[in-house]
């Protein structure tokens, strides 16, 4: 069944729970606005859902259709999510497309995304005046098709390293979403709901956007500059403030590490009570944490770029690649040229193994 289907009455006759008023909405155009997206294999089915649902759920609450949608894929067949299902488009990039937003939904690995044709085709839309947005790995795609310069964006944390180091000129923010002009970015997962409750209220008002959200029990809309990763406290699982003032400073200097004296300066502690405080806090010293997140940034680059090898040690703070293949296959258990070659064999990007500390009894997936 065509994508266009699923869910026909509820999108086009939109109809309240019974008992429930409409909510009241900002009128805009008196005809729908009209969505596009385009899916790209491996896309992460948790953002489309968050893309899609909110504009269905305020036709619903505003008991009239405000917003219609449909699907594209690049060869115009069934596009595959992460997880393995597929959904039918409406179209391909073959017919005209009539939609006043375009939203460019990717995961998996989308560095390894390089259809000339659709990137062409996506420059089109944009000269022809579409609003173009990316979500979660979808940024790169735009940023390859040339259509992020001299605009802000944002990627999901884990791509951001690829999508630096391969467009070291763009404006790359560690926020949830980003909305600049004619385009607008989403860092994956439920903040792309964030940022369709934010356009939701640009058009139509707060109060539908407020409605949508609790709808989908989203209680709390998130501004843009909320940031996409939990406190380096959370993450970590810690609360020496020495510990987290040391791994802040570490996760900031990948590319040029600092020497153990300065991360004790920054800590405001002597490196010998540092050092304790890492076995006590990690269960590592300084030097092995240091190198375990520098080898965790290293295997982002090598299975989302296409950087030589050589280029990702040096990007991570290596000397040499000599040094560089050593440490990697003391830490993954192969070199780096074997992991390019994997990433290189299709599918997602393996997961990788945590730099964090893990309790003890937990079991790492």
Same mark, same amino acid.
Do not use: K
């Given at each position: ?192 709901l964030d940022l369709m409750l934010a356009l939701i209220a640009a058009r139509h008002g707060r109060a539908l956007a407020a409605a949508v959200g609790e709808w989908f ?51 405001? &502690? =002597?490196?010998?009570?540092?050092? %304790?405080?890492?076995? /006590? +806090?990690? @269960?590592?010293?300084? *030097? #092995? ?29 290596? &000397? =040499?690649?000599?040094?560089?293949? %050593?440490?990697?296959? /003391? +830490?993954? @258990?192969?070199?780096? *040229? #074997? ?27």
């Amino acid at each position: 069944m065509p994508a266009s289907d699923i869910g026909l009455t509820m999108r086009d006759l939109p109809s309240r729970p019974e008992g429930r008023a409409a909510i009241p909405y900002r009128a805009a155009e008196q005809t729908p606005r009209r969505i596009g997206v385009l899916l790209i294999p491996g896309f992460a089915l948790l953002t489309y859902a968050c893309a899609v649902e909110p504009y269905r759920a305020a036709n619903v609450l505003a008991g009239r259709t405000l917003y219609r949608w449909m699907h594209v894929s690049p060869d115009g067949g069934p596009v595959p999510a992460s997880n393995g299902v597929a959904v039918i488009p409406d179209q391909g990039l073959d017919r005209p497309l009539a939609v006043d937003d375009l939203f460019v939904c990717a995961g998996g690995n989308p560095t390894a995304f390089d259809d000339r044709a659709a990137l062409a085709w996506l420059r089109r839309q944009a000269r022809r005046g579409i609003r173009i947005g990316g979500l979660s790995g979808g940024p790169l795609v735009l940023a390859r098709a040339g259509l992020l310069r001299d605009r802000r964006c944002t990627i999901h944390w884990e791509y951001r390293p690829a999508l630096v180091e391969a467009f070291p000129d763009l404006d790359v923010t560690s926020s949830l979403f980003e909305i600049d002009r004619d385009r607008v970015t989403a860092s994956g997962g439920t903040a792309t709901l964030d940022l369709m409750l934010a356009l939701i209220a640009a058009r139509h008002g707060r109060a539908l956007a407020a409605a949508v959200g609790e709808w989908f029990l989203h209680t709390q809309l998130r501004l843009p500059g909320a940031q996409q990763r939990s406190a380096l406290q959370h993450r970590y699982d810690i609360s020496s403030p020495a510990v987290l003032r040391a791994l802040e400073r570490m996760e900031a200097s990948i590319e040029e590490p600092l020497a153990r004296e300065a991360l004790a300066r920054a800590a405001r &502690v =002597s490196v010998r009570q540092l050092e %304790r405080l890492f076995a /006590a +806090q990690l @269960g590592r010293t300084i *030097r #092995a944490q240091y190198r375990a997140l520098r080898l965790d940034r290293a295997r982002a680059l090598l299975q989302e770029t296409t950087m030589p090898v050589l280029q990702v040690a040096m990007a991570t703070g290596f &000397v =040499s690649a000599a040094h560089f293949a %050593r440490a990697y296959r /003391a +830490q993954f @258990g192969h070199p780096p *040229r #074997a992991e390019r070659e994997r990433a290189r064999g299709g599918g997602p990007a393996a997961a990788r193994r945590s730099t964090r500390r893990v309790p003890r009894g937990a079991t790492v997936a």
